[in-house]
């Protein structure tokens, strides 16, 4: 994915070149991966010549905020508190930039929910 988001779209044979020769893998392998992330509905693609070329369907930033939505869902379990602690203190860990940016989005949302006090 993160290939195919870099370069806008791209067929087997190119990500093939860019990623899978340099590891050993195969062009078959890196055809299955691109069919199977085009059947989950990561990827769109259309028929050039004899090859398929494949774009992202979804952003980055969706496909992340899903991923992570999907994660916290399973994770949090009765457990808020203690995910909302480990996600402040990694927060913090990434700098202070981050633990600021982290607290306008949260005062943003409150605000926007009518729950912002100011």
Request: hydrophobic content about 40%; overall charge positive.
């Given at each position: 994915?993160?290939?195919?988001?870099?370069?806008?779209?791209?067929?087997?044979?190119?990500?093939?070149?860019?990623?899978?020769?340099?590891?050993?893998?195969?062009?078959?392998?890196?055809?299955?991966t691109?069919?199977?992330?085009?059947?989950?509905?990561?990827?769109?693609?259309?028929?050039?010549?004899?090859?398929?070329?494949?774009?992202?369907?979804?952003?980055?930033?969706a496909?992340?905020?899903?991923?992570?939505?999907?994660?916290?869902?399973?994770?949090?379990?009765?457990?808020?508190?203690?995910?909302?602690?480990?996600?402040?203190?990694?927060?913090?860990?990434?700098?202070?930039?981050?633990?600021?940016?982290?607290?306008?989005?949260?005062?943003?949302?409150?605000?926007?929910?009518?729950?912002?006090?100011?």
């Amino acid at each position: 994915m993160n290939h195919v988001w870099a370069t806008g779209e791209g067929e087997a044979k190119a990500v093939h070149a860019a990623l899978g020769a340099p590891r050993g893998i195969t062009v078959n392998t890196v055809q299955s991966t691109l069919k199977r992330l085009y059947e989950k509905g990561l990827l769109a693609r259309h028929k050039v010549s004899h090859a398929y070329v494949y774009e992202p369907r979804v952003s980055r930033e969706a496909f992340h905020h899903g991923l992570i939505g999907k994660l916290v869902g399973q994770m949090v379990n009765g457990q808020a508190d203690a995910l909302v602690s480990a996600f402040v203190d990694l927060t913090e860990r990434a700098g202070v930039e981050q633990l600021e940016r982290l607290e306008a989005l949260v005062a943003e949302r409150l605000r926007q929910r009518g729950g912002g006090g100011a």
